[in-house]
Nanobody, 114 residues
């Protein structure tokens, strides 16, 4: 079973930047469309960005123009560059496939606050 490990979160001021990383062990990640999700307490997990195996990307309207998703298939790694962060971006961020979801990792906390 593929294991997902997210990292790179932290506390940042509004307008700041963070780069999240997702490392997937084993096979079953590099040949799928994958994405970054986020969740805040009391809300459903939402997909914020996705990338196909050919690096075609898609973004939620709330992050379009500020976040950039990328992947390195050879390393089974997924990234999310987050710029111009806003307090409403505060959430736990997770990576996963878009279909045939894998077991969720622990996620990485992103807090945007002054």
């Amino acid at each position: 079973q593929v294991q997902l490990v997210e990292s790179g979160g932290g506390l940042v001021q509004p307008g700041g930047s963070l780069r999240l990383s997702c490392a997937a062990s084993g096979t079953g990640f590099g040949f799928y469309t994958v994405g970054w999700y986020r969740q805040t307490p009391g809300k459903e997990r939402e997909l914020v960005a996705s990338v196909t195996i050919n690096s075609n990307t898609n973004y939620a309207d709330s992050v379009k123009g500020r976040f950039t998703i990328s992947r390195v298939n050879a390393k089974n790694t997924l990234y999310l560059q987050m710029n111009s962060l806003k307090p409403e971006d505060t959430a736990v961020y997770f990576c996963n496939r878009i279909r045939e979801l894998l077991n969720w990792g622990q996620g990485t906390q992103v807090t945007v606050s002054s």
